[in-house]
């Protein structure tokens, strides 16, 4: 390949690209979802795999001329078994090309349609692809105990199953097993879920599998958040308690895109044909590459460092937002994300994270437990540690993030009843969001992305 190949031949992608670079350096993403990824993780990405097909699995493909890919196959389900400690008779399956596939393979391994699945209500964190139908009245869910789903059936899992959501408890923003236990035997779903977006907590696995055995239900961890936390034992594991566990693989697992499941050896061969034929064609091998090497990544002594560093930052930034007043759901955080009601300070999710990007920090708003605005225009935000203790941040940044967020909020606290429109021209005319920008973008100058 010549030099400067894409420049040459599409410099209006070749320019989007740079930009991009530029902004994702000179700008903190704390959007506790994303992550940055290694040299030698982008590289295989980038590799010669990306042109071969291999539908199929190890040694039982459509197509001839797999035999590096069957054995780069087999080197990155042996890397998942060591990294998250399978039982010996665990599996795994690194084809599905997305989170939302990785748990449809399972619903579609598991359950007919019409059987009941119950999983957490998407407003108290839990996410879209567990059964997601919305409801436009929030005012009215948010008194009920449980969610029985809305008239938008926006995910497709809603279609095609009937789906009950537990909520967090109304004051503590906590799990409440009792609760979940008692909806349970209710309403006697095949398959319990936990797992999702925005609960700052752990999970206690062992009382889930215990509310579903109760049912004899199914048990699915969806651990997509929290699976560098899990893969370097800093978070409790649902690995041998639940009977399948789903990842994606770009989040605190630091991996490239794509998903992970693991589940008991019977249960694979099910959602093997769940992931192909069910739902897709050949797996994307060159990303299968970036989640071994990001695996292998996973596996030295340095990632377990990598992860505490995640959490403590976590923490340190939790408690200095708190002494600003933030209001902080569940009152703080046991991982890498932080939940904020903004209520209190009188302007809401929507406006507050438009603004805080405009200042160079990148974080997204968010509904939260008890919700009754909008998801376009929620109450709360989110953030998270990964991608700044990637860049090698520690405790004195977080102090400096959690100063800087306070000192954009003052600013826009006066502009909060302004059209959306007009907040943005005030935003873009700020003097001092300018003047935090350039102390966010100075930052970053010492905490360079290697690109
Ligand atoms: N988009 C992911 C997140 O931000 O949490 C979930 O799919």
Redesign the pocket.
Known sequence: MKKNELKNQDPKVAALIELEKKRQSEKLSL????NFFSPAVREAIGSALMHKYSEGNIDKRYYEGNEYIDELERLTISRAKELFRLPEDWDVNVQALA??NANLAVYLAILNTKDTMMSMYLPDGG???HGWSYEPDMKNEARQEVYLGGKRKVHISSRLFNVVQYKTDPKTHLFNYDHISKIAKQHKPQLIITGG??YPRDIDYKKMRAIADSVKALYMADI??EAGLIAAGVLNSPVGIADVVTM?TH?TLRSGRGAIILAKADLISKINRGVLPGLQGGPFNNNIAGICVGLGEALQADFKLYAKQIITNAHVLASELDKLGFDLLTGGTDKHLILINMTNKGIFGKYTARAMDKAGLVL?MNTMPGETRSPADPSAIRLGTPLVTTRGMKEPEMKLIAAWMDRVVKIIQPLAGLKFSEFEKQLDESKEIRIIANEVKGLCKKFPLNF
């Open positions: 959007i506790p979802s994303e989170g939302s996410h879209l692809s977006t925005a997509a958040h994606t989040k997204n």
